[in-house]
Nanobody
């Protein structure tokens, strides 16, 4: 069953800001954003304990990324600033009730959205 849906994506201007959101149909304690480019492993952008206490960011986006929960916490928004070509890829929202491998490891997450393509243009 699909319980996470990504919104946003498309072509975004280099140097600009990417804004994505994930709409959840079920409450999860742990949520995250991941991205993947063909030929590369899926990498963690951000992982969050929605109850507080822990948020982790991927090395490639540290200092440029912020997240926020909106709409009574059924939506997780991602904002990535100062976009670079390397930020292009498919972005996935993920969620889990437990994270056995840490917040930024894909194997920790049991539920995934279908992904949204992000292309940084110049």
């Amino acid at each position: 069953q699909v319980r996470l849906v990504e919104n946003g994506g498309g072509s975004v201007q280099a140097g600009g800001t990417l804004r994505l959101s994930c709409v959840a149909s079920f409450d999860f304690r742990f949520m995250g954003w991941f991205r993947q480019t063909p030929g590369k492993e899926r990498e963690g952008v951000v992982g969050l304990d929605t109850r507080g206490g822990a948020t982790e960011y991927g090395d490639s986006v540290k200092g440029r990324v912020t997240i926020a929960q909106t709409n009574a916490k059924n939506t997780l928004a991602l904002q990535l600033e100062n976009l670079k070509s390397e930020d292009s890829g498919i972005y996935y929202c993920a969620a889990a009730h437990v994270v056995g491998y840490g917040l930024l490891h894909p194997a920790s997450y049991s539920d995934w959205g279908q992904g949204t393509q992000v292309t940084v243009s110049s």
